[in-house]
Structures are given as structure tokens and as C-alpha cells.
């Protein structure tokens, strides 16, 4: 189970893949279906919120920020072939 980060409310559309990018605010993709390709992602709002490594972040059932830690987090390191 997930923590929150923080609140923001965000509501949802159908047809529309929602996430926390690379600069933590909330954006959100057109997902392909039926061989139509997906669209451009386009900001929904901005939060900010500063990521830590060995943590999943993403949007909960509520549309807030929230983060999971990641069960096989190395911090960085390659898996060894």
C-alpha cells in the first residue's frame, strides 16, 4: 500500500493513461486503441513534487499524489548479466 504525497484532486477522463513525470507534476497521454496510435502528453497540473529513488509514484483512486516503495530497488545499479 501507498502513501500520499500530496492532495490535488485531479479528475479523471476515460481514454487518458494518467502519471507523474519526470519534473513530479501530473500529466496525462491519449492511450492507443484499435490500432489508432496514442497522442502527445499534455501537463494537467502542476505539482512539483521532488522524487525519491527506490519509490513508484502515481496517481491514486482519489487523484492524489501518492508513492509505494519498490520491492527490487538498487538505487541505481544494473543487473549483472
Known sequence: MGEKVQKV???REDGFLYYIDKGGDVSRAKM???GKK???PQKVT???VTK???FLYYLDKA???ARAKMV???KGKK???
Open 32 to 34: 492507443a486503441r484499435g
Open 9 to 11: 484532486g485531479v479528475k
Open 72 to 74: 527490487n530497488a538498487k
Open 46 to 48: 502542476k505539482v512539483g
Open 79 to 81: 543487473k549483472a548479466k
Open 63 to 65: 487523484g492524489d499524489v
Open 52 to 54: 525519491e529513488a527506490g
Open 38 to 40: 496514442g497522442g502527445k
